[in-house]
């Protein structure tokens, strides 16, 4: 039992460019999110789903897309890289009793 | 106003010192309180949840949740190095989404 995946575990881009965050959660979980986590600033919500074929914003959705075709697989996309998206990413999917279990984290660089 | 306040530290202690990690919140319909702690280069992971209020004790640590104060509490007994961490409050809102503290640094000197 994996828990939760995440590739690539370090990224630097470059402005402009586009790439994607994998995520995968092996605890047949329904919910799946995505955060960021920057200094000082806790958790932020950027996107979330609640199943399969069902996603939704959270607080920080600019310049991010999602989505989910699998129970397992909620892959984060950013469009066109900025250096106000240098941050860690983590993606989170929630059990039955509202706890979430958290991945490992993508360090993302923008330069 | 944030919906949660937390302070960000950092805090330092000596080993074996008892440690008060503390949140406030604003919505007093909240009712699922969560603790999570990270360490460096790490996911956080759940530590405690309580729901509603009172306290819940597992092993050296206890969640506290004043729902007259809107205040909740992390209390670490006999704190070990290993203690040494960002500590999260989180809170359940009524979407069922987790409304998350700033973390508190948490430092503790053998």
């Known amino acids: 039992n994996a828990g939760v995946t995440q590739t690539p575990k370090f990224q630097v881009l470059k402005t402009g460019q586009s790439m994607t965050l994998q995520c995968a959660q092996d605890?047949?979980?329904?919910?799946m999110s995505w955060y960021r986590q920057d200094p000082g600033m806790g958790l932020r919500l950027i996107h979330y789903s609640v199943g399969a074929g069902i996603t939704d914003q959270g607080e920080v959705p600019n310049g991010y897309n999602v989505s989910r075709s699998t129970t397992e697989d909620f892959p984060l996309r950013l469009l066109s890289a900025a250096p106000s998206q240098t941050s860690v990413y983590f993606c989170?999917?929630?059990?039955?009793?509202?706890?979430?279990?958290f991945g490992p984290g993508t360090r993302l660089t923008v330069t | 106003q944030k919906e949660v306040e937390q302070d960000p530290g950092p805090l330092s202690v000596p080993e074996g010192a008892i440690v008060s990690l503390n949140c406030t919140y604003s919505?007093?319909?909240?009712?699922?309180f969560m603790w999570y702690r990270q360490y460096s280069r790490k996911g956080p992971e759940l530590l405690m949840y309580?729901?509603s209020s009172g306290n819940k004790e597992d092993g050296r640590f206890t969640a506290q949740v004043d729902k007259s104060s809107k205040y909740i509490s992390l209390f670490i007994r006999d704190s070990q190095p290993s203690d040494s961490a960002t500590y999260l409050c989180a809170i359940l809102d009524s979407n069922y989404q987790l409304i998350w503290g700033a973390g508190t640094k948490l430092i503790i000197k053998p």
């Open positions: 919505n007093s319909a909240f009712q699922y």
């Open positions: 605890m047949n979980h329904e919910y």
């Open positions: 989170a999917s929630m059990g039955g009793s509202y706890e979430q279990y």
């Open positions: 309580t729901y």
